[in-house]
């Protein structure tokens, strides 16, 4: 049976704090999940409440395991930019997760198809993920799995479109134009999924990602299969046929 569950908040803090409560409750409940893990704009905001609850000794990362959607290829894991930056950033250096427990691609890696071999069998030997959050790019991107993703992939090395890229950097001749992602398969054998979106910008993504046919032009649609999701967006990113 297929549980869809769409949560309408009023603005991003809203939003960020729904969804910080929903990873909270997965943690509450099951103290050694595996936990599936975003970057970019969006995730901000729950990032900075789940800190906020370690903080206030509501949460306990210690038995926690993550696994990061992507990593750039090619890109210093020291860089600013990079995924283990960002995540350094808002998230593994304020909790007490454990560093041999937080799991990202390695963009350096000399060999990136064994690197993403050892990621997908890191993934089975932690017992899948048991949480996955993800964000919505505005081509419907789910991971760094641009239209026309092979519904069966797994992790792997994949071209990135210029618009995913443009979101990210600034100067686009310093932009990556490949990385490492969790596959669609890999992300559709999580046992529950965390769809987050926020600005009038990821509307269309999400009429045709919630409404539309499953369609590879629109990665994120596969996820109207899956069997446990749950969709949280604020107001500005609602599609107009789900504000009522």
């Known amino acids: 049976m297929i549980k869809l569950k769409i949560i309408i908040k009023e603005d991003y803090g809203e939003m ?39 903080d206030n000794d509501l949460l306990d990362f210690a038995e926690i395991t993550t696994f990061n959607l992507d990593e750039y290829y090619n890109l210093p894991r020291d860089h600013e930019e990079s995924f283990h930056s960002y995540m350094k950033k808002r998230l593994f250096s304020k909790v007490n997760l454990k560093d041999e427990n937080t799991n990202i691609p390695d963009g350096e890696a000399v060999n990136p198809e064994r690197e993403c071999q050892r990621y997908e069998e890191s993934i089975e030997e932690a017992g899948g993920i048991n949480l996955i959050v993800l964000g919505v790019g505005i081509n419907g991107h789910i991971g760094f799995n641009e239209p026309g993703a092979d519904w069966g992939s797994k ?6 479109a210029e618009s995913t890229t443009r979101q990210n950097f600034e100067r686009m001749e310093e932009a990556p134009d490949e990385a490492l992602t969790m596959g669609i ?26 409404r539309g046919p499953v369609d590879q032009n629109w990665p994120g649609s596969i996820l109207q299969l899956h069997p446990n999701l749950t969709v949280i967006m604020d107001k500005e990113a609602t599609p107009e046929e789900l504000e009522d």
């Open 185 to 210: 398969r890999t992300i559709m054998h999580s046992e529950k999924v965390l769809l987050l979106a926020s600005g009038d910008e990821k509307k269309r993504a999400l009429e045709e990602v919630l």
């Open 155 to 160: 992790t792997r090395l994949v071209d990135l």
């Open 16 to 54: 960020s704090s729904g969804a910080a409560n929903i990873i909270a409750r997965q943690i509450m409940r099951e103290p050694e999940s595996v936990l599936g893990l975003p970057t970019g704009r969006t995730p901000v905001g729950t990032y900075a409440q789940l800190v906020n609850y370690y």
